[in-house]
C-alpha cells in the first residue's frame, strides 16, 4: 500500500511539473522575443536617425514660400533633389519595429512613434519641395505638435513657440527618453496604469497625425 502511494504520489508530482515546465519554457521565449523587439526597436531609430539632416534644414527655412517657389521652378526643385538624396528616404521606414511593438512598453512604442512622425513628416516635406507638388499637399504640422506636446509635456511650451525650428532638438530628447524607457524594459519594470493611459493618448494623436498626412497628395510609401 506504501509502495502504491509512493507511485501515485510520484505520478501527481510529474503532472505538475510537465505544465510548469511547459509555462517556464513559454515564459522564456517570451523574454527572448521581448529583448529581441527591444534590440529591433533601437536598431530601427538608428536608421531613423539619419533623417534628422533633413529635419534641422528645412527647420529653418520658411515652409510656404519655399514650397511655392518649388512648385513653379524646376531649378527650385533640382536644388533640393541636389542637397538631400531622395532615393535614400525609404530607405529610413527599411525597419522592423512594427514588429516589435507588442513586446515593448506601450510608453515606449509610443516615444518610437513620436520620434517616426517627425521623420515621416519631415521627409515628405523633402518630397514636395523635390517635386514641386506646392505646400497644400502636405497638412499642416499642428498635428505633429500635438504628438510632441503629449510625448513630452514639460517640453509643450518650448513646442508650441518654436514650432518645426525645435524638430532636431525634440528628436534628440526624444531620443534620450525611449533609450531609457528601453533600459527599463530590460530591467523588467512595465508601466504602470497611468503610463498605459498616457502611451494611448499618444498613439492616437500618431494615428490622427497620420491620417491628416494620408489624406494628401505625398506619396504613400513616405508614411510609416
Same mark, same amino acid.
Given at each position: 500500500?506504501? $509502495?502504491?502511494?509512493?507511485? /501515485? ?24 522575443? /521581448?529583448?529581441? $523587439?527591444?534590440? *529591433? ?7 531613423? +536617425? ?11 527655412? /520658411? ?13 527650385? +526643385? ?24 507588442? %513586446? ?10 513620436? %520620434? ?20 497644400? $499637399? ?6 505633429? %505638435? ?11 511650451? %518650448? ?9 532636431? *532638438? ?18 523588467? +519594470? ?25 489624406? +494628401? ?8
Amino acid at each position: 500500500m506504501k $509502495a502504491d502511494l509512493a507511485v /501515485k504520489g510520484r505520478e501527481i508530482d510529474t503532472l505538475r511539473t510537465v505544465p510548469f515546465s511547459a509555462r517556464s519554457a513559454r515564459q522564456a521565449l517570451v523574454d527572448k522575443r /521581448k529583448l529581441e $523587439a527591444i534590440d *529591433q526597436i533601437w536598431a530601427a531609430l538608428k536608421v531613423m +536617425r539619419q533623417g534628422k539632416s533633413t529635419t534641422a534644414l528645412l527647420a529653418v527655412i /520658411k515652409w510656404d514660400a519655399v514650397a511655392d517657389l518649388t512648385e513653379k521652378d524646376g531649378n527650385a +526643385r533640382e536644388m533640393f533633389k541636389t542637397m538631400l538624396d531622395s532615393a535614400k528616404i525609404t530607405e529610413l521606414f527599411n525597419h522592423n519595429a512594427h514588429a516589435a511593438m507588442p %513586446y515593448v512598453s506601450p510608453i515606449a512604442a509610443a516615444l518610437f512613434s513620436a %520620434y517616426a512622425t517627425v521623420i515621416t513628416f519631415t521627409q515628405a516635406q523633402l518630397v514636395v519641395l523635390q517635386t514641386g507638388l506646392g505646400k497644400n $499637399a502636405l497638412s499642416s504640422p499642428d498635428a505633429v %505638435y500635438k504628438v510632441l506636446s503629449a510625448a513630452l509635456p514639460d517640453w509643450s511650451e %518650448y513646442i508650441n513657440k518654436v514650432g518645426a525650428f525645435g524638430f532636431a *532638438q525634440v528628436l534628440d530628447e526624444l531620443e534620450k527618453r525611449l533609450l531609457a524607457e528601453l533600459q527599463r524594459n530590460i530591467e523588467g +519594470r512595465g508601466d504602470d496604469e497611468a503610463q498605459v493611459t498616457i502611451a494611448a493618448g499618444i498613439l492616437e494623436l500618431v494615428r490622427d497625425a497620420e491620417r491628416k498626412m494620408s489624406e +494628401r497628395k505625398v506619396p504613400a510609401q513616405f508614411s510609416q
